[in-house]
């Protein structure tokens, strides 16, 4: 199976092209906040710090996310989503066999969403993977836990089969 989310590119875009905006209607209005408070500074401080706020939240959500696995291995990759045509930067990508995936969990915060991934390395110990799933829509996150569900099973199944065989 494959998925990911390229489509919220276009989103993403337009939250920064409504950032821009307010910014600049902040700075055009910002004369109009003398009456407001006597400590001009403070307000203006107030306004720019949220603004970068704001700004870096939005930078630090929006990751391109692609999930597969057709084929004997799983790629999970995320990296930066609006300049990833030409730098590619904030990439993490992990590669691993099906029969390694040890467990999965799905974490959901007020505004960020995450996949943590255990694969077991050839030490027989566990390596947690993190992945931003924020932009990935409620049905294709479904499909990704199908997925591994599925594959949880065939590795419980396999399991078992060589512990039988080896008694």
Known sequence: M????????????????????????????????????THLWFTFLIFLFGFIGIFFLVHWIAKFFEYDSDGVKVVVLNKGLLLTDYVNYREYKVEFEKNRLAGFKFRNYIVYKSLVLSIKNKSGNIKHAYFNVTLLDRRKRKYIKQSLRKMLKENIKNERNLKINKN
Not at 4 to 13: Q, S
């Open 2 to 37: 494959r998925t990911n989310n390229g489509k919220v590119r276009n989103i993403i875009v337009s939250v920064y092209f409504l950032l821009i905006v307010l910014a600049i209607v902040l700075a055009t209005v910002f004369s109009a906040f003398k009456d407001v408070s």
